[in-house]
């Protein structure tokens, strides 16, 4: 398994994954989801980390960030997944690794893309068959934000407001609430390794940005072209020291220019 990406780039918003070791259902109590999310709340209160959305699931956790350059994702990532495999491995007298050895980091272009994203966690649980309906489960930015506790926010809403365009809370509310059944209106919901794999997904103009923002971490890396949406991924085939062509290739119904 190749090596998960972190690219930190201030400013950019970032899809976070980050999975239990060996995908073990070691998150399937509420306690220790709570348990996640309060580490959560103590990384944005220590770092200044801004949260944009997340979920905890019983095997695995998304959390949707912006970029402050400050070194607050590295640091909070270590803050929550440390003090959450701690007290887990105390309670249960378990020795071992709680997380799988990296977590995932996807650039998320900040137009339609970051709703389809929002839209992508929120629904994770119904698309695993635990709950109907995304608000019924318990550890979850959608939840929060349909349902604002009085302590301990940790949802950023004026900065997701403000990259959505929306002037207040209610339209915020109203938008994630209209995404979240659109997409249960249609029906399946599967899963799209677009935002659980990639380095970057986006416009066209995007992934160029990010490329070129990435510089030589971007080289010798592929983009795949699905209708309106442009992901940057690691090279699927071998790299042989051809520099200055593309080679386009043609999976399904998705073509795929990949930089030699």
Request: with cysteine; hydrophobic share 40%; charged share 25%.
């Amino acid at each position: 398994m190749p090596r998960a990406n972190r690219n930190f780039m201030p400013g950019y918003v970032l899809h976070i994954t980050h999975r239990c070791h060996k995908k073990e259902f070691l998150l399937k109590f509420v306690r220790d989801r709570q348990r996640w999310r309060y580490w959560l709340f103590e990384a944005k209160k220590r770092y200044g980390l801004c949260v944009l959305n997340y979920i905890v699931t019983s095997n695995h956790i998304h959390l949707l960030v912006q970029d402050r350059g400050r070194g607050e994702i590295a640091k909070s990532m270590q803050l929550i997944a440390g003090r959450t495999a701690q007290e887990y491995n105390q309670r249960k007298n378990r020795k071992g690794a709680f997380w799988e050895d990296r977590y995932h980091a996807t650039l998320v272009d900040t137009d339609s893309h970051l709703a389809r994203c929002m839209t992508y966690i929120d629904l994770n649980m119904v698309r695993a068959g635990a709950v109907a309906q995304p608000l019924e489960w318990d550890t979850s930015g959608f939840r929060e934000i349909q349902v604002p506790p009085d302590r301990y926010r940790v949802i950023d809403q004026p900065t997701l407001m403000k990259l959505f365009g929306f002037t207040t809370s209610e339209q915020l509310r109203a938008a994630c609430l209209n995404w979240s059944e659109q997409a249960l209106a249609m029906g399946a919901i599967p899963y799209d390794s677009r935002w659980t794999d990639a380095i970057a997904v986006g416009s066209q103009e995007f992934l160029a940005e990010a490329k070129a923002a990435l510089g030589v971490k971007a080289l010798h890396r592929y983009v795949e072209t699905d209708g309106d949406v442009q992901v940057l991924r690691e090279s699927a085939l071998p790299y042989t020291p051809h520099f200055g062509h593309e080679m386009h290739v043609l999976r399904g119904n998705n073509q795929v220019i990949l930089e030699r």
